[in-house]
């Protein structure tokens, strides 16, 4: 490699002594000149040692100039912040002509294909790294799957982690690291989540989103270290993915299959699953327009906003036709099943109001059976339809009712985000019964369009400052013994309110809530950085 040199303005040093820290010894009069390297720019390498005697070919004989040193690195400003860095003394590194990107390994050619034009570098492939250069590898250690090793070091950066995810997430943190002519600081980071789900949860049923916008987030999470996207796609106000078993009920405003597809592509790229929901057996207004005859009536004729009767076989077979259908669109590992806000538990007294539900139940599960016993057995039997296509699933916390004859599936994972609900149960009593849960509070995760009833668009600062994985109903955090039973947390778009924001408002407004939710799940320690200094750092970045 060749190079222009580039020397530092020079100046006189002070009459001092040792500097501390191991840098070099400054003698009194010496003139003290300072070199930058930068693979493939604007120097060649000027280590420790080297004299401006043996740079510039003059003799031996002429005064050589004092030993090259750096300071000691400080850790990289990034969001989410590293858990930890090992400082070292070096020039670093950022992104300078002809350097390259190689991996060592075929399997990670997407992330080094994807980082390469990033940062605008050429992708090599597995070619070996040379001077300047990023290399990617895999290093099957006993870490877990989503850490990493990045190291800057000998003009060059080597990122290694035990899965390709890791490595994706060291890319990120390069990107962060260098962001606007940046420098990745020499030294060793070591990083990993705290919490292994990490999400983002929008409402495309009540609002229609472009796929052009969906994917800008998919590209926002992945910077950001998110792993997963929640599309709640089917409730009253509309249906909005392509159906091939049920067409009738799709939304004239909707996301095809290929439109999916590719937002599926894309979010698999940044290692992103997709969750789907279909919430059921409430929350099925736009299904129900389409066939009238499933709507839950009560015992005075009037109907049930949103809600099939569980009772009628047929309303069963229409749900089960669409998670399977979608099971092949959809190929992520979690489902979301809903089971919230069913109105025919929310009335006083479920039997008297609604005695073909109570009737069913007495056939199914006994005399003593009721109407939440069949309200669970629905869930079970959704359930262990996604569980044959291999999918863990997931339920709103009031889906699951204390009590009763029929006790929900075990292996159901709770998306705990109320405590409002009529019979609210405490987060302690799923975690008590040994359930996994993801966080999504309402109290601070909720971006409710219009903000109806009593929500209010939550804040990037009061997410930062208050609330952790371990608070999961209002402002009050449970046990730390029951931390690894609280599997992540996820920030939700609702959209009840559609037309009072536009899509980009929303994008705006979730903006620094997203950065504040996932600092929170990714670094379990109190931040370092005060809130405006964190606002600084964002801004800086985006």
């Not at 690291?177 to 929008?202: C, I, S, W, Y």
């Not at 999470?221 to 106000?237: A, I, P, V």
């Not at 705990?416 to 149960?425: D, L, Q, S």
Request: net charge neutral.
């Amino acid at each position: 490699m060749t190079g222009r040199r580039r020397r530092a303005p020079e100046r006189r040093a002070r009459r001092t002594g040792a500097v501390a820290g191991g840098a070099a010894v400054v003698v009194a009069g010496a003139v003290a000149a300072a070199f930058a390297f930068w693979p493939g720019g604007d120097g060649e390498p000027t280590g420790a040692g080297t004299s401006t005697a043996a740079r510039s070919g003059t003799s031996p004989g002429a005064q050589p100039s004092p030993t090259r040193s750096y300071p000691l690195s400080q850790a990289p400003r990034t969001i989410p912040a590293v858990r930890e860095h090992t400082p070292a003394r070096g020039p670093g590194w950022r992104p300078a002509s002809g350097a390259r990107v190689v991996v060592r390994d075929d399997s990670l050619a997407d992330e080094g294909r994807l980082i390469a034009g990033e940062l605008k570098l050429t992708y090599a492939g597995r070619t070996g790294a040379e001077d300047g250069d990023v290399e990617l590898g895999l290093d099957h250690g006993s870490a877990g799957p989503e850490s990493y090793t990045l190291t800057v070091r000998n003009r060059r950066v080597t990122i290694t982690a035990p899965a390709e995810a890791g490595v994706f997430y060291g890319t990120r943190t390069l990107k962060q690291e260098v962001h606007g002519g940046g420098t990745a600081p020499e030294g060793v980071v070591n990083d990993r989540p705290a919490k292994e789900q990490r999400g983002f949860m929008l409402d495309i049923a009540r609002k229609h989103f472009t796929a052009d916008w969906i994917e800008d987030r998919v590209r926002e999470l992945g910077d950001l270290k998110f792993n997963q996207l929640g599309l709640h796609f089917s409730d009253d106000q509309g249906f909005r993915i392509e159906s091939d078993t049920h067409p009738e009920i799709v939304s004239k405003e909707h996301l095809s299959k290929a439109e999916v597809r590719r937002i599926i592509d894309l979010a698999a790229s940044r290692h992103i699953n997709v969750v789907p929901e279909i919430d059921s057996p409430g929350h099925l207004g736009a299904v129900i327009a389409a066939h009238p005859d499933l709507q839950l009536f009560n015992v005075s004729g009037a109907a049930t906003r949103g809600a099939v009767d569980i009772s009628k076989p047929a309303a069963a077979n229409l749900v089960d036709d669409l998670l399977n259908e979608y099971a092949d669109l959809f190929p992520g590992p979690y489902w979301h099943l809903g089971g919230d806000e069913y109105q025919a538990l929310t009335v006083s007294n479920p039997a008297a109001s609604f005695p073909q539900l109570a009737a069913a139940a007495r056939t199914r599960y006994g005399p003593g059976a009721g109407v939440a016993d069949l309200a669970t057995g629905w869930l079970n039997d959704r359930a262990a339809v996604v569980h044959g296509h291999d999918r863990t699933a997931r339920a709103w916390n009031d889906g699951f009712f204390r009590g009763g004859q029929v006790k929900a599936d075990a292996d159901l994972q709770v998306a705990y985000w109320t405590g409002k609900e009529i019979g609210a149960r405490l987060p302690v009593e799923y975690l008590s019964e040994g359930r996994k849960v993801i966080n999504y509070n309402d109290e601070y995760l909720y971006y409710v369009l219009g903000e109806p009833q009593t929500f209010v668009y939550p804040t990037g600062q009061r997410i930062y400052e208050q609330w952790t994985p371990l608070v999961l109903r209002g402002s009050t955090a449970v046990s730390a013994k029951y931390d690894s039973q609280i599997l992540g947390g996820s920030f939700a778009v609702w959209c009840d309110l559609s037309a009072a924001q536009t899509q980009g408002q929303v994008a705006a407004g979730i903006r620094m809530p997203l950065r504040a939710t996932v600092q929170k799940l990714w670094d379990p320690r109190k931040p370092a950085l005060s809130w405006a200094d964190f606002k600084a750092l964002a801004n800086r970045l985006d």
